[in-house]
Every structure is written in C-alpha cells, then in structure tokens.
C-alpha cells in the first residue's frame, strides 16, 4: 500500500496574484524494520538433506535446505523411519537434533528428517529424500591380499 501526504498549500502574494502550491509526496510501503521489503513466511528453496550412511550404529546428520522467507528463520527438526519405498513414515520418539544415530529398529527401513521453518509471519515444512535402506552392518571389506 502506498501511502500519501499532503502538505500545507503555500500562498505567495503579489499584485492581484495568489500562487498556490500543492505537492502530494508518495512513500513507499514499508516492511519490518524499516526496509522496503514485504514481509513473508518461509518457504522453501532446496529441500532438506541427509548426509551420513545408513548403517546401524552410524550417526545421519540433517541439513535444513534452502529457505526465503522474512529473517530470522528458525529452524526444528523431527526424524522419521518410512517403509523401504520411503513412504508411510512414523516419528522416531525423542528424535528432534539435527544428527540421528541409528538403531535396531531402523534397519530394513528408510529415514528421512521432516523439517520446519518458522518466523515472525509464518511456518512451512518440507521432507527431505529418503536415505537408502538401513542395514544392521557394514558390507565385509578385504584387509589382506588372498594368498594361495
């Protein structure tokens, strides 16, 4: 919305001559703090990411994506274990850092971490990918050379 003021008309006097002037002064809208910027709720960029391997025991750690959005934005973070196509997820109970170490109960299951974006105008949620299926170990690796 733009905003307007009217000043006091001026008057100059001269013989048999009044001037009037007007001026009409246009100020933009203005946003928090001052700026000119319209106030908004968060809204995703990048979706949230998981780095780490799926492997019990292993810690998975969440990044919270990209957000626009009115700052600051705060962000929380809430871990779920999904079927192996990575749909029909459950909250893990108590699983709201931004790191996870993965237990029993994940293996032969997907994770993903939900998380939530909040500010002064606002909140948003976004899902991040699925990680592989977790497995209770890691694959068996060679430490020696085989010898005949």
Avoid at 82 to 97: F, L, N
Wanted: proline share 5%.
């Amino acid at each position: 919305m733009t905003h307007h003021r009217l000043l006091r008309p001026t008057r100059i006097l001269g013989a048999a001559l009044t001037i009037v002037t007007l001026v009409l002064v246009l100020l933009p809208e203005q946003g928090p703090a001052g700026s000119n910027a319209a106030a908004t709720a968060p809204s995703v960029s990048a979706l949230p990411g998981i780095s780490g391997t799926a492997v019990k025991g292993t810690t998975l750690t969440a990044s919270s994506g990209s957000w626009a959005g009115t700052t600051p934005i705060d962000f929380t973070f809430r871990w779920v274990r999904c079927d192996t196509a990575g749909a029909s997820c459950v909250d893990v109970s108590g699983a709201t850092a931004a790191t996870y170490v993965l237990v029993s109960t994940d293996v032969g299951k997907r994770m993903r971490v939900r998380v939530q974006a909040s500010n002064a105008d606002g909140t948003a949620t976004a899902l991040s990918a699925a990680t592989a299926i977790v497995t209770s170990e890691t694959a068996p690796t060679n430490t020696q050379e085989p010898r005949i």
